[in-house]
T-cell receptor
């Protein structure tokens, strides 16, 4: 069974703070993704990583950066949190080989920036 | 035109009925299609994948794919109140990428 975990379920931060969201998967998946989900806008891809230290910008990368130093771990960094980054953040992973495209999600982190 | 379109709903069906959820997509070359279920406040859960034209059944769920018409649907037979959730359709992005495009989801309500 694929297990994707995220460091926090709920997080409250102040404007201007640096925020770290961590994601860990235990299925040896090559691909990892960070999305944000907002009402009416659906899931939007922030960043994608297909290998250690490799990353691609998604549809809305502005204000975010990522780090993937180990295969199982993918971190999302908000360099200077702003109120418009209040959202549900979802991490997902998928295999490049076994079942390409099938993404499995972590429980999500609901981030509030005040 | 959105790349993946779904009616936002809510779609209300009585318990025991068949719920039919539809999704259209714009990239004719897409090859992989997925349905996710998302309960309120929770993360999406993969429930069905389909890659070939036709029907694919898994328990009470049937996914239907018609590539010529560029639509994919999900049928839920014998709907239960526990099926009440938002259902997201996802389609692979074209090009050398493992990324998906998600629809905004259809909210299903099953009433007793």
């Amino acid at each position: 069974d694929v297990k994707v975990t995220q460091s926090s379920r709920y997080l409250v931060k102040r404007t201007g703070e640096k925020v770290f969201l961590e994601c860990v998967q235990d299925m040896d998946h090559e691909n990892m993704f960070w999305y944000r989900q907002d009402p009416g806008l659906g899931l939007r891809l922030i960043y994608f990583s297909y290998d250690v230290k490799m990353k691609e910008k998604g549809d809305i990368p502005e204000g975010y950066s990522v780090s993937r130093e180990k295969k199982e771990r993918f971190s999302l960094i908000l360099e200077s949190a702003s109120t418009n980054q209040t959202s549900m953040y979802l991490c997902a992973s998928s295999s490049r080989v076994i079942t390409p495209y099938e993404q499995y999600f972590g429980p999500g982190t609901r981030l509030t920036v005040t | 035109q959105k790349e993946v379109e779904q009616n936002s709903g809510p779609l209300s069906v009585p318990e025991g009925a068949i719920a039919s959820l539809n999704c259209t997509y714009s990239d004719r070359g897409s090859q992989s299609f997925f349905w996710y279920r998302q309960y309120s406040g929770k993360s999406p859960e993969l429930i069905m994948s389909i890659y070939s034209n036709g029907d694919k059944e898994d328990g009470r769920f049937t996914a239907q794919l018609n590539k010529a018409s560029q639509y994919v649907s999900l049928l839920i037979r014998d709907s239960q109140p526990s099926d009440s959730a938002t259902y997201l359709c996802a389609v692979n992005r074209l090009g050398n990428t493992d990324k998906l495009i998600f629809g905004t989801g259809t909210r299903l309500q099953v009433f007793p």
